[in-house]
Structure formats: C-alpha cells, structure tokens
C-alpha cells in the first residue's frame, strides 16, 4: 500500500559531507580529491506522527537554485531506500553525478513514492559548500581589502614552507622572497627576490641543471641579464651582421673577355631575414700598355656574363697615350643590395674595352657585408655640389683619376 506523505512528516534530515582530512594538510605528498557525493539521512513519520513500518520506498531529491518554484539543477531517484523504525540514509550524488559548483545556495527538494515533493524545500548549511574544494578549484574574491589567504609569522623570516617545493619569505631581506624548487634544490629552482639586496630591489634567478639565468633590476647593461655560457647559438642570432670574403692573394686574373662581362670573383653569403648586402671590392689594375687606349670595365653583379651596368660599372685604365710597360692603378667597387633571407652569391666581373695592351686585376679580393634592418631603418640623401658637366669634355680624351678610381665618359664599345 502507498502511503501519501507530507512535509510534516519529515522530523528530521541530516546532511553531512565526507571530506578527507588530509586534503587541508599542507605538508601532505599528495592531495587527495574529496569525494563528490553528500551523505544525508532523515526520518519518515505518517499524518499521526508514528514512524513509517520497515521496508523498502522509492525517494526522488532534487536541487533548485529557489527556495520554491523553478526547474531542478539536478535530480537523482532512490528506487529502493531501506527504511528501518523510521530512518533511512541515501549518498547523493552515488548514480548522478552532482556536477554543481556550489558557489551559491541550493534548496533540496524531497518526494516519497511517486507523491508531491515535501515543503518546504530545505536550504543546504555549510557542510555541501565543502564540494567547491575539489581539485581542481578556483576561488574568486570581489572584496579587494580582503586577501584570500593571509599567512605571517613575525617571529621568523619565512612565512609559508612546503617541503619539498615551496618557500616564501616573510621579513629582513627575505620579505617578498618565493623560491621554488624540486628535489634536487638549489640545483633546480626558482627564486624571486623582491629585496635581495636590502634596498628594495627585486631579482629573478631560474636555475637548472647547465646553468642559471638571473635578471638583476639594479644593474645595469649586461649584467641585467646573466645567461649561462653557450645558451645562444650562431644560428640563434638572426639579426646580427655578417661578413664573408673572397680573395685571391698575390695572383693575377687575367681580364680577357671583349664581348661579355668576365667572371674573375664569386662570394657567397647566406643572410638569417631581410637587410642589406653591401659587396666591396678592390685590388690593383695591372697593364702592360705600347702607348693608345687601355680600359676596363669592372662591376659587381648577380649573374655571369652580359654587359657593364650604366648604372653600377666602374672604368679603369686609359683612355688614350698609355704610358709604355707596365702600370698599376688601384681599383675598388661598391654595390648595395636589399635581400630576403636566404643564401646568395656575387661576382666581381670586368670586360676589357680596348683592343691595345693586356689588362689583369692583381690581388683582388671581394667581400660581402650583412647589414640587418630590424634594428631600424636609416634614412639618407644624395645631394651634389657640382654644377652640370661640361659639354666640351670628350670621354675619350679624359684620364682617369687612379687616386679617386673615377673615370669620366661611358666604356668604349
């Protein structure tokens, strides 16, 4: 037989929550979660207040977020709850879990037997509150001038140790101070200092086992930051200047060709981003001349071959009564390059532009200089300071400056 039940029928309910002790000892090894069920027992009593015979009953709990109305957060069915001279115990949360944050109030609600749920629902105390400290857990605190967890100890310097991992100073100059470590401390640490030295500077050391990088705010330079020796590498500096040469001591290159650009110098160089490649080179011009023209063209370029560049060869030698023997004049050639990471190769080449005399470049060498732009860019102008050329001028009768490597009038073809 059923038997219909009403609030006043419920004497007395218990709640308790079963949390394990040790999950608030701090020097613990471990943490153990606490369990995520609540333990509540009550008694059932009929209209005339006598205990409800032994046997088994169906009871539904649910939670609310109202002490009446609205919809069940959660909801678990006891199909067969032992009931014993009036009492009985369930485990919540044994077959449903009780997935609630418990950060605000809930009201349990309570039907028998498929009948109307009990009232007035009952508002959970303190005990079930004790769920929010399950692992994970976060806390939140809207009260600024109140700290959520506040520990000092005046009559020592540290106030907080977890041994092994955790320390935190507390006064002198170990206020402010938080190190922590593993097993192997003080080989392994972290350690931040908020007065190190007494004077209310801060400083940062992490330790490990090939060596300690330490920040240190008072200094300053390189010793702000200290890294252990070796912890950069070449290819981690992505961003610093380069330099590669090419060169060919005490010999002579013979410049021969009178139709395309001879190669006589390669260098090569492979740039970490983007930036300027300045190429240089220089070297002594030799010839051997019997009087008439003896010229050159020189220029830095890319690829092999083709024809002097209006804009970038340079003419040595001369144009016209070339002394008699052997002669030197010292050459140099520059170009600038904007390059995208990657390797690349220049070539020192020449042409010989006249039929009379031999031409050769004595101890060349060729450099190319990496020049990074993420430091920042440079901005500059060309401005002249000469009027226009003269129009009576013939390139053809001019004689190169061999001091200033300069030489008036295009090549002759």
Same mark, same amino acid.
């Given at each position: 037989?059923?038997?219909?039940?009403?609030?006043?029928?419920?004497?007395?309910?218990? &709640?308790?929550?079963?949390?394990?002790?040790?999950?608030?000892?701090?020097?613990?090894?471990?943490?153990?979660?606490?369990?995520?069920?609540?333990?509540?027992?009550?008694?059932?009593?009929?209209?005339?207040?006598?205990?409800? /015979?032994?046997?088994?009953?169906?009871?539904?709990?649910?939670?609310?977020?109202?002490?009446?109305?609205?919809?069940?957060?959660?909801?678990?069915?006891?199909?067969?709850?032992?009931?014993?001279?009036?009492?009985?115990?369930?485990?919540?949360?044994?077959?449903?879990?009780?997935?609630?944050?418990?950060?605000?109030?809930?009201?349990?609600?309570?039907?028998?037997?498929?009948?109307?749920?009990?009232?007035?629902?009952?508002?959970?105390?303190?005990?079930?509150?004790?769920?929010?400290?399950?692992?994970?857990?976060? =806390?939140?605190?809207?009260?600024?001038?109140?700290?959520?967890?506040?520990?000092?100890?005046?009559?020592?310097?540290?106030?907080?140790?977890? $041994?092994?991992?955790?320390?935190?100073?507390?006064?002198?100059?170990?206020?402010?101070?938080?190190?922590?470590?593993?097993?192997?401390?003080?080989?392994?640490?972290?350690?931040?200092?908020?007065?190190?030295?007494?004077?209310?500077?801060?400083?940062?050391?992490?330790?490990?086992?090939?060596?300690?990088?330490?920040?240190?705010?008072?200094?300053?330079?390189?010793? &702000?930051?200290?890294?252990?020796?070796?912890?950069?590498?070449?290819?981690?500096?992505?961003?610093?200047?380069?330099?590669?040469?090419?060169?060919?001591?005490?010999?002579?290159?013979?410049?021969?060709?009178?139709?395309?650009?001879?190669?006589?110098?390669?260098? $090569?160089?492979?740039? /970490? $981003?983007?930036?300027? =490649?300045?190429?240089?080179?220089?070297?002594?011009?030799?010839?051997?001349?019997?009087?008439?023209?003896?010229?050159?063209?020189?220029?830095?370029?890319?690829?092999? *071959?083709?024809?002097?560049?209006?804009?970038?060869?340079?003419?040595?030698?001369?144009?016209?009564?070339?002394?008699? *023997?052997?002669?030197?004049?010292?050459?140099? =050639?520059?170009?600038?390059? &904007?390059?995208?990471?990657?390797?690349?190769?220049?070539?020192?080449?020449?042409?010989?532009?006249? /039929?009379?005399?031999?031409?050769?470049?004595?101890?060349?060498?060729?450099?190319?200089?990496?020049?990074?732009?993420?430091?920042?860019?440079?901005?500059?102008?060309?401005?002249?300071?000469?009027?226009? /050329?003269?129009?009576?001028?013939?390139?053809?009768?001019?004689?190169?400056?061999?001091?200033?490597?300069?030489?008036?009038?295009?090549?002759?073809?």
């Amino acid at each position: 037989m059923r038997t219909a039940f009403t609030s006043q029928r419920i004497r007395r309910l218990v &709640f308790a929550i079963l949390v394990p002790a040790t999950a608030f000892a701090l020097a613990a090894p471990a943490w153990p979660a606490a369990p995520a069920t609540l333990s509540y027992q009550g008694v059932l009593t009929d209209a005339a207040g006598a205990l409800v /015979p032994n046997g088994p009953h169906a009871i539904e709990f649910r939670l609310y977020a109202a002490e009446s109305g609205g919809a069940p957060l959660w909801s678990e069915n006891h199909s067969s709850v032992v009931v014993e001279l009036g009492g009985f115990a369930v485990v919540l949360g044994s077959s449903t879990p009780l997935a609630l944050a418990f950060d605000a109030p809930y009201w349990l609600g309570v039907s028998v037997d498929g009948g109307a749920e009990l009232t007035p629902r009952t508002v959970l105390t303190a005990s079930p509150y004790a769920l929010a400290l399950r692992l994970p857990w976060a =806390v939140s605190q809207s009260e600024p001038a109140i700290p959520l967890l506040s520990l000092r100890n005046t009559g020592a310097s540290l106030a907080l140790r977890v $041994s092994p991992g955790l320390e935190v100073g507390a006064s002198g100059i170990e206020a402010g101070r938080l190190q922590i470590w593993g097993s192997s401390a003080p080989n392994a640490s972290i350690l931040a200092e908020g007065n190190f030295d007494g004077f209310g500077n801060p400083r940062l050391t992490v330790t490990g086992a090939a060596g300690a990088m330490t920040v240190t705010t008072s200094a300053n330079g390189d010793a &702000f930051l200290q890294l252990p020796a070796g912890s950069i590498s070449a290819s981690e500096i992505a961003n610093e200047p380069g330099f590669a040469l090419s060169r060919q001591p005490a010999a002579n290159l013979p410049v021969t060709s009178t139709t395309t650009m001879q190669t006589l110098l390669i260098v $090569s160089l492979t740039t /970490p $981003s983007v930036g300027w =490649v300045v190429v240089e080179a220089d070297g002594q011009h030799g010839m051997t001349s019997a009087g008439g023209d003896n010229l050159i063209a020189l220029q830095i370029d890319e690829t092999d *071959g083709g024809t002097p560049d209006p804009e970038h060869y340079l003419l040595s030698g001369y144009a016209g009564d070339a002394p008699n *023997g052997s002669t030197f004049q010292s050459i140099r =050639v520059r170009r600038a390059y &904007f390059k995208p990471a990657g390797t690349h190769a220049f070539r020192l080449e020449a042409r010989k532009e006249s /039929p009379g005399g031999t031409s050769w470049l004595w101890n060349p060498s060729l450099t190319a200089t990496f020049m990074p732009t993420s430091y920042g860019g440079v901005v500059s102008g060309v401005t002249g300071v000469g009027g226009p /050329p003269s129009s009576a001028a013939s390139p053809a009768s001019v004689q190169l400056d061999a001091a200033r490597n300069q030489a008036a009038g295009p090549p002759r073809r």
